[in-house]
């Protein structure tokens, strides 16, 4: 019964913002971590952004200073605002979420652990 559905995707320019977002409904579990993902061909799927059920925001490197994840607890909503875009930004972003447990988000921003529910993605082309 969980549902995660992305939007906001697009093509932009180098520079230029975007603002995803992920509409969630069913999740089951009081506390949780929610992720965005990015994912190009030929490569693994990476970890971009993590928020959790106490408000815990963390980043990798790279986005750092430009990315921000935000959420809505009442419209069940997280959102990905992403500023002043790079080609290497382009891919197909996901949503994703887990129950968390004290170090699940760290986790994930170290590749080591994967999120159980996942939306479909959305596309986010980032032109030079």
């Known amino acids: 019964q969980v549902d995660l559905a992305e939007s906001g995707g697009g093509s932009v320019e180098s520079g230029g913002s975007l603002r995803l977002a992920c509409d969630v409904s069913?999740?089951?579990?009081?506390?949780?971590?929610m992720a965005w993902f990015r994912q190009v061909p030929g490569k693994e799927r990476e970890p971009v952004a993590t928020?959790?059920?106490?408000?815990?925001?963390r980043y990798i490197d790279s986005v750092k200073g430009r990315f921000n994840i935000t959420q809505i607890y009442g419209k069940n909503s997280v959102f990905l605002q992403m500023n002043n875009l790079r080609p290497e930004d382009t891919g197909m972003y996901y949503c994703?979420?887990?129950?968390?447990?004290?170090?699940?988000?760290?986790?994930?921003?170290?590749?080591?652990?994967?999120?159980?529910?996942w939306g479909r993605g959305t596309q986010v082309t980032v032109s030079s």
């Open positions: 994703a979420a887990n129950q968390l447990t004290h170090d699940y988000c760290s986790r994930i921003l170290r590749g080591i652990a994967i999120p159980y529910y």
């Open positions: 069913g999740f089951p579990h009081r506390t949780y971590c």
């Open positions: 928020i959790d059920s106490d408000g815990s925001k």
